[in-house]
């Protein structure tokens, strides 16, 4: 017996089947200049179906200092996913952003990286977004200023991954 869906169809290709999601309430910085995973960032899924999809959505806010700016990749288990092609000596990522011109020290910056990926697998998979500073420092969450008053926030940043019927 066939299961009708209420569009009328009766196949389960492109309905979500599950959704983990991880989400960074605190603050993190980083002064290196190698990729590390950002801590609270990181979601495991076992897909049901080896041919099913894995729609991945990141959002993340930060700042970096003087004018410089932190940048992020997306990885697979231990394979950096969804980044730049190789071009002379410049950096591979899923995405750079949070760029300050010094002044004002309270801009936040937001990053969005959306991701249709092909695992291929039912076993465990973790993705999880790495980052590095691209000079300076990095932070996410908040800004550089972050005086504890009312005229300085701090924000949240988030990683979704959603298993999609093929």
């Given at each position: 017996?066939?299961?009708?869906?209420?569009?009328?169809?009766?196949?389960?290709?492109?309905?979500?089947?599950?959704?983990?999601?991880?989400?960074?309430?605190?603050?993190?910085?980083?002064?290196s200049s190698s990729f590390a995973d950002i801590?609270?960032?990181?979601?495991?899924?076992?897909?049901?179906?080896?041919?099913?999809?894995?729609?991945?959505?990141?959002?993340?806010?930060?700042?970096?200092?003087?004018?410089?700016?932190?940048?992020?990749?997306?990885?697979?288990?231990?394979?950096?996913?969804?980044?730049?092609?190789?071009?002379?000596?410049?950096?591979?990522?899923?995405?750079?952003?949070?760029?300050?011109?010094?002044?004002?020290?309270?801009?936040?910056?937001?990053?969005?990286?959306?991701?249709?990926?092909?695992?291929?697998?039912?076993?465990?998979?973790?993705?999880?977004?790495?980052?590095?500073?691209?000079?300076?420092?990095?932070?996410?969450n908040r800004t550089s200023y972050d005086n504890?008053?009312?005229?300085?926030?701090?924000?949240?940043?988030?990683?979704?991954?959603?298993?999609?019927?093929?």
């Amino acid at each position: 017996m066939a299961i009708y869906y209420g569009d009328g169809s009766n196949s389960s290709a492109g309905r979500v089947v599950q959704v983990v999601q991880d989400t960074k309430y605190d603050v993190s910085s980083t002064t290196s200049s190698s990729f590390a995973d950002i801590s609270g960032l990181a979601v495991t899924i076992t897909p049901k179906s080896s041919s099913h999809k894995i729609l991945v959505t990141a959002e993340l806010k930060g700042w970096a200092q003087n004018s410089q700016m932190g940048a992020v990749r997306l990885r697979r288990g231990s394979t950096d996913i969804y980044i730049g092609s190789p071009q002379d000596s410049r950096e591979r990522c899923s995405g750079a952003g949070w760029y300050a011109n010094g002044s004002p020290t309270q801009v936040m910056g937001t990053m969005v990286i959306n991701y249709l990926d092909s695992p291929s697998t039912t076993s465990s998979t973790t993705y999880k977004l790495r980052w590095r500073r691209l000079s300076n420092i990095a932070w996410i969450n908040r800004t550089s200023y972050d005086n504890n008053d009312a005229d300085n926030c701090r924000a949240v940043s988030s990683i979704t991954v959603m298993e999609i019927a093929a």
